[in-house]
């Protein structure tokens, strides 16, 4: 599975390791939605000291599209909330 | 609206993913022949390496203006001490916690720099890096479009494109937005180094030396102004001593030094008073700063 983290680059990550990804996300997830910054900020961070110790990162010139994307390290909560709709990206 | 319904259980990975695709595919949909949409998505390509380029070059700017601040400040902080320690050594300690207070303003504008040229260092570092993945991924679509062009017919090249399409436009998302995180970030910091500015420019941690709104820097003047005089008086003396010893021969080894400082100041006169006519007269007149003021 090809994770990127936003801002930092594209992972390959073992399918093992997903389960892990998975119940982070889903933290990460009930944080945005009852508004809570510093759990949102603990899952985030989580998040991506998990893929970066466990993801091996992809060459730059690849051209595989990710299966997720995660936020960059710094965003908050408002800024992911942009990030899931279309209004929040530059088109590419 | 698959994806609104069952957002709940796809998380935010996912979901971020999927708005990724769909900016992709819309871009897609639109040409008649997907060919060219080649053509046209390298040229957007270009068009954006160009604008991060220009976007690391703008850091580095706000970075290169920070850092004059900084220099500026520490600057101003080590002259504030300086003059507090001189204060001191006239047993003025009023007038060196003034300049301590200024140079603690002063201080704490420059810890507030210090952070902010680390975060722009790292924004740039940041943007560079996803310059060169994005320059990377533009000369392999370079070369993967090539193959296709001159491969397949429009209808075969369709899985092709769409597989080296997703992955280029995933990443031009990507810097897109690290652009404008940057560029946010950047405006954010020019404000504040523009308060800086104003601050530094309204005197308010200023020591000002020959501007009249520096109190401290003038009462040390003042305070300074008579035993300057007469170290400036016993250097001169010595300059002439060393200078014209077969002059002063008599008196040469220093025991009495009154004496030989008014020869000297009279042998010295002569020539000093083309240049510098006031020099040794306001030495006579130790009165006279009080004149200015008054």
């Not at chain 2, 060219?36 to 991060?52: A, F």
């Not at chain 2, 075969?156 to 399409?165: G, S, V």
């Not at chain 2, 800086?196 to 003047?221: P, T």
């Not at chain 2, 002063?248 to 030989?260: D, F, H, M, V």
């Amino acid at each position: 599975m090809i994770v990127r983290i936003s801002g930092e680059g594209q992972f390959s990550i073992d399918d093992v390791a997903t389960a892990e990804l998975n119940r982070l996300d889903s933290e990460l997830e009930a944080a945005v939605n009852r508004n809570d910054e510093a759990a949102f900020t603990a899952a985030l961070h989580g998040l991506l000291e998990q893929v970066r110790a466990q993801g091996s990162a992809l060459p730059a010139d690849t051209l595989e599209p990710s299966d997720l994307i995660l936020p960059p390290e710094d965003a908050s909560m408002d800024e992911v909330r942009e990030m899931l709709t279309e209004e929040g990206l530059i088109p590419g | 609206m698959l994806m609104k319904g069952t957002a709940a259980r796809m998380g935010v990975m996912k979901r971020v993913s999927l708005v990724f695709k769909a900016k992709a595919n819309k871009a897609l949909d639109k040409m008649e022949d997907p060919r060219e949409t080649l053509d046209y998505s390298y040229q957007r390509q270009l068009e954006l390496l160009t604008k991060v380029r220009r976007g690391v070059a703008d850091v580095a700017t706000s970075r290169k203006r920070v850092e004059l601040q900084m220099n500026q400040l520490q600057q101003q902080s080590n002259k504030l001490e300086d003059q507090a320690r001189k204060a001191l050594g006239m047993g003025r300690e009023d007038l060196a916690r003034g300049a301590l207070e200024r140079k603690a303003s002063a201080q704490g504008q420059l810890n507030d720099l210090q952070a902010q040229y680390a975060q722009l260092q790292a924004e740039e570092e940041k943007l560079t890096v996803a310059s060169q993945r994005l320059q990377s991924k533009v000369d392999a679509f370079r070369t993967r479009k090539e193959t296709i062009k001159a491969t397949y017919t429009a209808a075969e090249a369709q899985t092709r494109i769409n597989e080296a399409f997703s992955g280029i436009s995933e990443e031009m998302g990507d810097v897109g937005m690290a652009i404008q995180r940057a560029e946010d970030k950047t405006a954010q910091m020019q404000a504040r180094a523009g308060a800086i500015d104003e601050l530094m420019a309204s005197g308010a941690l200023d020591d000002a030396v020959g501007g009249n709104r520096d109190d401290i820097q003038n009462e040390l003047d003042m305070l300074s102004a008579s035993s300057d005089v007469e170290s400036e008086l016993s250097r001169l003396k010595g300059e002439i001593t060393a200078g014209a010893p077969k002059q002063l021969e008599g008196g040469a080894n220093g025991n009495s030094q009154e004496a030989q400082g008014a020869q000297g100041a009279q042998g010295a006169q002569a020539p000093q008073a083309q240049t510098q006519p006031a020099s040794i007269p306001a030495a006579d007149r130790p009165a006279e700063p009080q004149d200015g003021e008054g």
